[in-house]
């Protein structure tokens, strides 16, 4: 008597072996493509979490104890001293504004630089020419930054490269001291305000353009009706960078700076030579603060998409 077609896939159904462990696992992260992606991203995360977010909370621990003036030891007791010092110190509210200052101008610079730059590449260059120009302005990042600051210093000097330009105009140049300081931040971070700025123009549609050049606009009102509107987030994502990498900044200040103090200095010299940590961790906070301001109303113009 031959067995129903039933019976025979319920027979080889029991027969089958169970899946194993690494088949179940499979099985689950396929139904479940939240529970992959978490999974996915929970090294990086834990990588942030312990490494970047566990060294600002370290450094904010850190602010609100104090250092013993006899032995040169961390006190963990929690005192607002550190903060009071640097509200009733002068000189430390006048490097605070002066670091700002800095960072502004640098940001300021490299717009002004930047933008022509990379309105050139993404639309007046032709297409073929583009990944060449990008590589252009690529290169100097591939450069060590203490070799790039070291041949500033060389160009800053009395008789230095600068001087030697200048002279034939009845001019030398600034030496060393916060103008130097400004120069060669806006050249060291001036590709990091050209790249988003490149992105944001290369996806604006030139059909935007011509509309609005068919509609009688001049080029200035096309430019400031249309393009800067739809570019502005780019600028802001460049600006980011700009701004936080010569607000935290100190190595080259200590170059090119003569004798300028930035907020990188009094954080590295008080770990350095006066062995004040808890002083030190109090002035980091400063551009910590700042930049979570900055963050924050950079926010609102969607410029962190464009990171």
Known sequence: ?????????????????????????AALLHRRPALR?????????????????????????????????????????????????????????TIALRSLGVAAAVTVIDTAIGFPMALYMAKVAKPRYRPYLVIAILAPLWAAYLVKAYAWRVMLSNGGLVD??????????????????????????????????YTGLERLPDSLLDASGDLGARPWRTFRSVMLPMVFPSLVAGSIF???????????????????????????????????????????TIPVVVMLVYLAAARRTGALREL
């Open 164 to 197: 030697e330009a200048l002279k034939p105009f009845g001019l030398s140049g600034p030496g060393y001291g916060l103008t130097a300081t400004i120069i060669v931040l806006a050249y060291l971070w001036l590709p990091y305000m050209i790249l988003p700025v």
């Open 37 to 93: 992606l978490s999974l996915l991203l929970s090294a990086p995360l834990a990588w942030l979490v312990v490494a970047y977010l566990g060294a600002l909370a370290a450094i904010f621990v850190t602010a609100f104890w104090s250092t013993d003036t006899f032995t040169g030891a961390v006190v963990r007791q929690f005192t607002l001293a550190n903060f009071q010092d640097l509200w009733n110190e002068p000189v430390y509210r």
């Open 242 to 284: 700009t701004f936080s990498l010569s607000l935290g900044d100190y190595i080259t200040v200590k170059i090119v700076g003569g004798r300028s103090q930035l907020l990188g200095n009094v954080v590295y010299d008080n770990i350095g030579a006066a062995n004040n940590l808890p002083f030190a961790a109090a002035v980091a």
């Open 1 to 25: 008597m031959t067995a129903s077609p039933a019976a025979s896939t319920a027979g080889e159904a029991s027969a089958r072996p169970a899946p194993g462990p690494r088949r179940r696992a």
